[in-house]
């Protein structure tokens, strides 16, 4: 059962423009919401993250957007740059009986045109 | 001063091999993970370790053991490796956990 569901599996954006990228969770056990980029050959890099009583976070050109009811949470790339080209993975985090366990979405694949 | 850091980078094997991977951290985190990464990305965890205590199990084959020989390190051996071992499997670590998670360079096992 895939806790955390993302889209799109792809996109492409041209550079200056944003680049959205969905989640959306079922299960209200999770308290912290982070966001991962990953390079090819590289491990996942800690990006930005929430946590569920703000609906906004913003560091730079990244933003998060969390909407608490509807169970689902976004992320922003303002100005898109050839470099941020790579794979996104958003997360839930499990707390009670499922502290720390990261949940993944399946990722994103985002390629920004120069 | 690589944070996390995995040993071997590449692992390639054949059917029925045992090999193991290693994990070290330079963090000072008491929590360290092992995850799996298929071949369509898809990252699921598979152990965690807080302070030398297994402390997350998920439904993995016992082929798969983990050690933690100390706070710093965290092993992943494998036994009778089969053809659906083949991934990437990345170690990383946290304060504790409820701190965010630093992975690992991962390693890279075909297993032919």
């Known amino acids: 059962q895939q806790q955390v569901k993302q889209s799109p599996q792809s996109l492409i954006v041209q550079k200056g423009g944003i680049s959205i990228i969905n989640c959306a969770y079922e299960n209200t056990a999770f308290d912290y919401f982070p966001w991962y980029q990953q390079f090819p050959g590289k491990g996942p890099a800690l990006l930005i993250a929430i946590r569920p009583d703000v609906s906004e976070k913003k560091e730079g050109r990244f933003t998060i957007s969390f909407n608490k009811s509807a169970k689902q949470f976004s992320l922003h790339i303002m100005d898109s740059q050839p470099g941020d080209s790579a794979t996104y993975f958003c997360a839930a985090r499990g707390r009670g009986s499922t502290l720390g366990r990261l949940y993944f979405g399946r990722g994103t694949q985002l390629t920004v045109w120069p | 001063d690589t944070a996390v850091s995995q040993t071997p980078k590449y692992l390639v094997t054949q059917m029925g091999n045992d090999k193991s991977i290693k994990c070290e951290q330079n963090l000072g985190h008491d929590t360290m993970y092992w995850y799996k990464q298929d071949s369509k990305k898809f990252l699921k965890i598979m152990f965690s370790y807080n302070n030398k205590e297994l402390i997350i199990n998920e439904t993995v084959p016992n082929r798969f053991s983990p050690k933690s020989p100390d706070k710093a390190h965290l092993n992943l051996h494998i036994n009778s490796l089969e053809l659906g071992d083949s991934a990437v499997y990345f170690c990383?670590?946290?304060?504790?956990?409820?701190?965010?998670?630093?992975f690992g360079p991962g390693t890279r096992l075909t297993v032919t």
């Open positions: 990383a670590s946290s304060q504790d956990l409820v701190r965010e998670q630093y």
